[in-house]
């Protein structure tokens, strides 16, 4: 990227199907996986991290089927700097129009030491190979310094030209662990752009975690350091405290171009849209308060906000709603809708269903309309979100009756479809909640602990819909689901039991994949 034209263009690499899904809990379906990759190559994301096709059959057959569909984005696959996980890799996008292998080796000192238990002239070795190997596969190579924010500048430096001299295109250089801080990081990208002899033949790109609260800021000081490309997630989901939030690195370099003047390829209007397709495919509810995306971003409540708000907009909102695909809730959907109109709706909020999907979808909006007054798009989006979640699930709520007071004992009447079988079973508890959870529990027998739940109205109004969290955790697997109905004791079941059918699923994978590897021996 060294000519005048494209000096100031600064690409930008999502890795939520990536690092996002590798935040406890956080899994998806190929299903999932698919609509995440379909919103961001329409919204214009330069380069979709697809997955690690090396880490299962699932994640392999996800990368591979993203590339096919891929219209325009660049499609990379992670692989270790070890030979087998590149093979993996090159063979997942070789069916984009344009893929990308990115390999990553360890190069801090407290890594070489400690996880590889290599020297550095090892590792400069290692380097050498893969990444010549990865070359040999695709014409695009991404090589990433892992925890390059700790590793001694002249080692750095020696590893980066090695990189490039046998082939990457891209070099990224981490802030793995978050321990930057942004001065750091942009003398960090100067210093080996700079002493590194043949820099201007790669494109530099930042990584930034969020454990001290400073990836964007990071990101965007490694841009003034130099790099072209972002990586970052949507709702910066990712590892431990997440990743770069891209709606927030996105519109901080729109709305200050005065003082960062870049450019990137997103269709900004379109991003408050990608947040909530990821928050329902992850069931990880988005903060009221995240900037940009968050359900506060545009909220004023304080009467001196209000009245420079009704004067200027101007005077308390520095982007206006409208270019991040905020719009005013909508109440013309009813129980007298049609399908025309619903599948238009649907259009207009983003979605793109199959017909078997809007079928099931506009079933789900008719009897939700029969039970609520007004159907907001919030109330659309979760019913939507929900149908995709659960679209090939093995247990399914047929019906739930509670009785509750304060008299108690609570009781819960629950009837479910687990594959071609339905069961029922009656059980107390000590709450409605508790009777709900103790009711699948009798019925689907596990050894899941639960370890968050959460209850939240979708919108106001007292027949709001609630939407529930709930993460379960069994042995070193940790799963989140999410439900919404207008009842709360539903929503909880629904939640769980998606929970539920996430482990059991999960759970499939991992024996067809230990069968596998029996047979192969």
Known sequence: MSTAASAE???IFDTTLRDGEQCPGATMTLEEKLAVAEMLDTMGVDIIEAGFP???????????????????????GLARAIPADIARAGEAVKFAKRGRI?????????????????????????????VAQARDLVEDVEWSAMDATRTPID?????????????????NLPDTVGYATPEEYRAMFRAVRERVPNADKAVFSVHCHNDLGLAVA????????GARQIECTINGIGERAGNAALEEIVMAIKTRADVLPYATGIDTTQLVRASKLV?????????????IVGRNAFAHESGIHQDGMLKNQTTYEIMTPESVGVHKTSLVMGKHSGRAAFRSKLDDMGYR??????????????????????????????????????????IRLVSLTVVAGTRGPQRATMKLAIEDRIVTEEVDGNGPVDAVFNAIQALVPHEAALELYDVHAVTGGSDAQAEVSVRLRQDDRIVTARGADPDTLVASAKAYLAALNKLMAGASRLHAQHAQHAAAE
């Open 155 to 171: 080692y750095l430096c020696r590893c980066v030209e090695a990189a490039i001299r046998v082939g990457a295109t891209t070099i």
């Open 279 to 291: 928050a329902g495919a992850t069931h990880f509810p988005v903060q009221y308060n995240k900037a």
């Open 218 to 225: 990071n990101s965007l000081a490694g841009i003034e350091g």
């Open 353 to 394: 269903l199959s017909d078997n999907q809007f079928q099931d979808a506009f079933e789900r909006f008719k009897a939700l309309a029969d039970r609520k007054k007004h159907v907001y798009d919030e109330d659309i989006e979760a019913l939507v979100d929900e149908n995709l979640a659960t679209a090939h699930d093995r």
């Open 102 to 130: 990115h390999t990553f080796v360890s190069t801090s000192p407290i890594h070489l030491a400690h996880q590889m238990r290599k020297t550095e002239d090892e590792v400069l070795e290692i380097i050498l190979k893969t």
């Open 54 to 76: 090396i880490a299962s059959n699932g994640d392999f057959e996800a990368v591979a089927e993203i590339a096919r569909r891929s219209k325009s984005a660049v499609i990379a």
């Open 9 to 11: 263009r600064v690409l």
